[in-house]
């Protein structure tokens, strides 16, 4: 199902990879039919003769052993997937917009029908995350996973903080390279990275946790002023997914901009690139890195699913997700650490002292502060000792009120341990 930038590049991947395959798996990959949306775009092509513009013919046809899914979409593509696996066929997806609304509908019908349902290239593309995670660390247990998961915002992020380039021209080229959703709100709002940060706490964990569950803030309030004071204190700018899990098992899971101490593995993933940082109570840390977008590593991803997936339909057998529990969550505004909070005002006597007066209100303690001039306003940074998330948004939303402040950058937290 589709024949896009990741669908036309399995397509070419299986035709270079088929006696390989062959020979090393026992395997006889054949694509017998490919869906598209218009067959009208595609002509000319070598496999365009088993190109057809109805998906259902595919998920119904009894002489199709196993269906990849790389069409995305949610809605029309959930019940196309179903039937698929009702058929009894597995499925590989890369789909992890379909995974994060739909996971566990998916896995339950996967898990009644004993076929495969597997998603190794739906978080962050050609990455080996899910797998090792699946089986490398079934007994492990996992107490953390962040990363850096949506190649878009990391290429503007980079390019912004190494280059001074604009947000704009940055996401541009963003998307003339390829990485961008078709829209890209789905980047730069976080939406992207928030389902990726679902199927890999949910992965983790062993609960159902939709993206929806995840808190998500985006990059699109971010100064360039900014990202070059975090610099200047030791730190690089990234749109960080995070879920961990407290003592009680609840997880708190989040996508945010992150002050990443320049020592940290994740301070030096650059352009498209992501990195995933596992930390097991066992195991230690344990970090995956790579292209997380693009036709040939998503398309390796998928391939590598496809093989295992013929394997344990030769074999009869599947590998399931394990019992899913309800998710138990915690709510960001139950989280703490340290901040870094930007902001313009009035360079007149006194300012300072009604501002710290307002942190101090909220018992938001401050570690260090910085004032310079901009024009003709005077721009103060502060960065807090720990401090309670719910206490620092209370102190935000005070300081938007004053008329002193003409403004309140987008708040930094710092990557804690
Ligand atoms: P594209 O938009 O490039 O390709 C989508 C393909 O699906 C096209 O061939 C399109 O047909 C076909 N299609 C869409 N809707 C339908 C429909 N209703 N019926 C039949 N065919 C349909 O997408 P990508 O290849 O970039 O992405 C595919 C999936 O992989 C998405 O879920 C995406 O999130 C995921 N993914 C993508 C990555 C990437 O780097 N691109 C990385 C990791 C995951 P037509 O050609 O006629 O338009
Ligand atoms: N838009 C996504 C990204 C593609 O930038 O990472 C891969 O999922």
New binding site residues.
């Given amino acids: 199902?589709?024949?896009?930038?990741?669908?036309?590049a399995l397509v070419r991947l299986i035709d270079q990879q088929h006696d390989t395959i062959s020979t090393r798996n026992g395997v006889d990959l054949v694509v017998s039919k490919i869906?598209?949306?218009?067959?009208s775009?595609?002509h000319g092509l070598t496999s365009a003769r088993i190109l057809t513009?109805d998906?259902w013919s595919i998920v119904r046809d009894p002489e199709i052993d196993l269906v990849v899914?790389?069409?995305?979409?949610v809605e029309?593509?959930l019940p196309l997937v179903l039937t698929a696996l009702e058929h009894g066929k597995p499925v590989i997806?890369?789909?992890?917009?379909?995974l994060a609304a739909h996971g566990a509908t998916l896995f339950a019908a996967a898990e009644t029908a004993g076929v495969d349902l597997l998603f190794e290239?739906?978080v962050c593309?050609g990455i080996p995350v899910v797998r090792p995670m699946r089986e490398s660390l079934r007994g492990e247990p996992i107490r953390r996973v962040l990363g850096i998961m949506n190649?878009t915002t990391n290429y503007i992020l980079t390019k912004m903080s190494e280059d001074g380039a604009a947000y704009h021209d940055a996401l541009r080229e963003a998307q003339e390279l390829?990485?961008a959703?078709?829209d890209p709100s789905a980047d730069v709002d976080g939406h992207?990275a928030a389902a990726k940060l679902s199927i890999l706490a949910s992965t983790a964990f062993g609960m159902t946790i939709s993206a929806a569950d995840v808190h998500r803030e985006g990059i699109t309030a971010l100064d360039p002023g900014d990202i070059s004071i975090a610099r200047r204190l030791g730190y690089e700018v990234k749109l960080v997914g995070i879920a961990e899990q407290g003592d009680d098992g609840s997880v708190l899971a989040r996508v945010h901009l992150v002050m990443v101490p320049q020592g940290h593995p994740l301070a030096a993933v650059r352009g498209s690139y992501n990195a995933v940082v596992i930390d097991g109570q066992y195991s230690g840390t344990l970090m995956f890195y790579g292209r997380?977008?693009?036709?040939e590593?998503?398309a390796s991803a998928v391939l590598g699913d496809v093989i295992d997936a013929s394997l344990n339909l030769l074999r009869s057998t599947c590998a399931g997700m394990g019992r899913l529990q309800p998710a138990h969550l915690e709510s960001m505004s139950s989280s703490s650490g340290e901040y870094l909070v930007p902001l313009e005002v009035a360079d007149e006597p006194g300012v300072l002292h009604v501002v710290s007066g307002v942190f101090a209100r909220h018992g938001v303690s401050i570690a260090a502060a910085e004032q310079d001039r901009v024009g003709s306003v005077a721009r103060l940074v502060f960065l807090t000792h720990r401090a309670d998330e719910d206490s620092v948004q209370a102190c935000l939303t005070e300081l938007r009120m004053l008329p002193i402040v003409g403004r309140v950058g987008g708040v930094l937290r710092v990557l804690g341990e």
């Fill in positions: 199902l589709g024949h896009g930038t990741v669908g036309s869906a598209v949306r218009d067959i775009k595609h513009d998906p899914e790389v069409m995305g979409g029309s593509t997806t890369a789909n992890k917009e379909l290239a739906s593309g190649g390829g990485f959703e078709a992207d997380g977008a693009g036709g590593p998503t």
